[in-house]
């Protein structure tokens, strides 16, 4: 399989289409996540969840997204990038359908499993679709797609109980989220005649066994769990968090986009800041800081200020793309690249399922969201303290003799 691919050069009207099916794409990537959570202690009400099956539920998307994310790349690559987005997103509505259709607590963590190894490939073969589609225009292809990540979640986190309450439930408010994927699928019908199969070549791949020795390669796999750890924590949790703190259902599940909206213009301007600021470690820092003041303010007093509580943490959620970028800030090489990305975001998706999963434990053995919140807090130091070691100006294959 040839590793750059040559593919006829798209009209206008051609780089339009393929820049708004990647748009599309990625709006569904997070969809099964946002509108669950808001939505949680519904159903959590009617399967007769405990808060440990609940935290197992939350933490479904990461290990979803690290196990998948491993294996994808190879099916990818043998059945071609257009073909997988058309599969992904259907096995996307499926999951998210059937869920909806079941009483039975196990086959709704399966439906819901289902579901989410169709987003965990496309978070796979995002990058490959900017760079085969827009080679001279990454950045902002990558911007784009990032900002209609959170986007996605932000419109379902805000939307999905007005929904419910309009349809009658949770059920059909979730199950409501399947037309999205499926409107997406047009799209890339009408590209999979010109479908492409894109990958490194095996000679030019570095082993992640090489890259384990690496402090830098450990500090990104750090930052990038503890942030995520977190991020998926308040999909999980944060909705049912402030209601029990006396912040009404239909203004939490706002909150809860106004965290994932803050972060659509953050992730826009994050180019322009890490231009300004150089290698230090301003940015990691920041994240951190506020960070730990939004999960302190939810402490003492979560229906005081919890849009503040919400706008900061938002902020603090600029870490999860300031580390991507750093993968390649930090790379020499396509090859080293590639493995750092892989060992960031494989091991550091497992670490972060101890976010959603620990918040429910720690909930669930000592009847108080204290505990819980006090682990998240400390969980912001380790941004900050990761993100120091990724902040010194030297690169991966550097570290590695």
Not at 34 to 61: K, N, Q, Y
Not at 128 to 149: C, E, M, N, T, W
Not at 183 to 196: G, S, Y
Not at 291 to 320: H, R
Request: glycine share 12%; hydrophobic share 55%.
């Amino acid at each position: 399989m040839p590793d750059q691919p040559t593919t006829p050069a798209p009209s206008v009207g051609g780089r339009w289409l393929v820049g708004t099916a990647i748009v599309l794409l990625a709006l569904n990537l997070r969809v099964v996540v946002a509108s669950l959570g808001v939505v949680l202690p519904e159903v959590r009400h009617d399967l007769a969840m405990t808060p440990t099956t609940a935290g197992i539920l939350t933490t479904l998307p990461v290990l979803c997204f690290a196990l998948i994310g491993f294996s994808a790349g190879g099916l990818v690559r043998r059945f071609g990038l257009h073909h997988a987005c058309v599969a992904l997103l259907a096995v996307l509505a499926a999951g998210l359908v059937a869920r909806t259709l079941l009483d039975e607590t196990p086959l709704f963590l399966g439906t819901t499993a289902i579901a989410l190894a169709g987003a965990a490939v496309g978070n796979v073969i995002l990058p490959p679709l900017a760079k085969v589609h827009f080679p001279d225009r990454i950045p902002l292809i990558s911007a784009l797609y990032g900002a209609a990540i959170m986007g996605g979640a932000t419109i379902a986190s805000i939307t999905t109980v007005p929904i419910s309450e309009a349809l009658g439930g949770w059920r059909p408010g979730l199950a409501a989220w399947a037309l999205l994927a499926v409107v997406t699928i047009l799209p890339w019908l009408t590209l999979l005649r010109h479908d492409v199969h894109t990958g490194p070549a095996t000679a030019d791949r570095l082993p992640l066994r090489e890259i384990t020795r690496s402090p830098l390669a450990w500090a990104m796999v750090a930052c990038f769990g503890a942030q995520s750890a977190a991020a998926y924590a308040q999909f999980g949790w944060y909705p049912e968090i402030l209601t029990d703190g006396g912040v009404g259902e239909h203004q939490a599940g706002i909150l809860l986009g106004v965290i994932t909206g803050v972060g659509i213009p953050l992730t826009l301007a994050l180019p322009w800041l890490m231009a300004r600021t150089g290698d230090t470690p301003v940015l990691p820092v920041f994240f951190g800081v506020v960070s730990a003041a939004g999960w302190l303010g939810v402490l003492l007093a979560p229906a005081s200020l919890p849009v503040l509580w919400s706008v900061l943490l938002g902020l603090g959620g600029g870490a999860f793309t300031w580390v991507l970028a750093m993968i390649g800030k930090r790379t020499r090489t396509p090859a080293a690249t590639t493995a750092l990305s892989l060992l960031t975001q494989g091991l550091g998706y497992l670490l972060a399922g101890l976010g959603p999963f620990g918040v429910g434990a720690l909930h669930d053995a000592t009847g108080s969201w204290t505990a819980p919140l006090v682990a998240l807090i400390v969980s912001a130091g380790a941004i900050t303290a990761a993100g120091i070691v990724i902040s010194r100006p030297r690169m991966l294959e550097d570290t590695l003799r």
